[in-house]
């Protein structure tokens, strides 16, 4: 297998305590050839400056280590909100967030694509993702530092961005600028609706999404099964094969030409790092 051909597996990470007095020997315990990780509460709002002693550690250990690190920005974070302090404060979000990139040696950071919330504001709320987006993207391009990975999300609520069709319209708000990449989650891609479980479901997904977004655009992958129902439009994550997706879905994913190179990251339940070793060995087994 040549490098261009590989498909990093790992997990999102702990980084409580110390970036990576927490993170480095988890990536160990669990086999991860790629990191995810907060670099501020997940559902708050709060943006820490970080240690400057563990992002030196940090970096420098997955850089020794060949592991790819990738930020995954707070979940509150929803540039099309109808309310202008939430905007706001996404904005800020996003771009304490690629700071942070930057001094950890990340290649992205990853966003949910938000939501306008109410029925009237969606129109509005795509000139709020193109204003609040631009001159991120800009300076990040600028400065050559981290990329933008957009999320679509599992629907519902006036989503922006669910099934992998609708990339298409949000990336054209910002002109499909070079700085904003895409991250697909097929637990979400499942609760929006694609029968990823069927056979060639995930095949056609990708397919879909190589038309809709083009080649090059996809950064990252989140592999994580679903305890509901396909087109559910909730986000409750499962062990890989072990949901309603099931491990066929996971092999046709591990395989498809588009995945090719791109990073794979696990967000499923674990005991410790016992549930994310399981899974990204799972994965490494169904990789070429």
């Not at 404060?89 to 690629?98: F, K, V």
């Not at 997904?205 to 996809?218: H, I, K, M, S």
């Not at 879905?249 to 399981?278: D, I, N, R, S």
Request: glycine share 10%.
């Amino acid at each position: 297998m040549t490098e261009t051909d590989c498909r990093p597996v790992g997990s999102h990470t702990p980084a409580s305590g110390g970036l990576a007095r927490a993170a480095l020997p988890y990536v160990d315990a669990a086999g991860s050839e790629v990191v995810q990780v907060y670099v501020s509460n997940s559902r708050g709002w709060a943006l820490p400056p970080g240690d400057p002693a563990q992002d030196i550690l940090f970096r420098d250990g997955c850089a020794e280590r060949g592991v790819p690190v990738f930020i995954h920005a707070s979940l509150l974070v929803n540039l099309g909100s109808p309310t202008p302090a939430t905007v706001e404060r996404s904005t800020e979000t996003l771009a304490h967030a690629l700071r942070r990139g930057a001094a950890i040696g990340a290649r992205g950071v990853v966003f949910h694509a938000g939501s306008a919330v109410d029925a009237g504001h969606a129109e509005a709320a795509m000139r709020q993702v193109r204003e609040s987006l631009l001159p991120l993207l800009d300076a990040a391009a600028a400065s050559g530092g981290p990329k933008l990975l957009v999320e679509p999300s599992a629907g519902g609520g006036r989503s922006l961005a669910s099934r992998v069709e609708h990339l298409g319209p949000y990336l054209d708000a910002v002109d499909r600028h070079p700085w904003l990449e895409v991250c697909f989650d097929t637990c979400h891609a499942w609760a929006a609706g694609h029968d990823l479980a069927a056979a060639g479901g995930m095949s056609a997904t990708l397919d879909t999404l190589l038309a809709t977004v083009g080649p090059g655009r996809l950064t990252l992958v989140h592999a994580n099964d679903s305890k509901d129902l396909c087109g559910s439009t909730r986000d409750r994550h499962e062990s890989i094969g072990k949901g309603n997706l099931g491990e066929p879905a996971f092999a046709e994913l591990m395989t498809h030409p588009v995945t090719a190179g791109v990073p794979v990251v696990v967000e499923t339940p674990t005991e410790k790092h016992v549930g994310h070793a399981a899974d990204i060995a799972a994965l490494k087994r169904l990789r070429p």
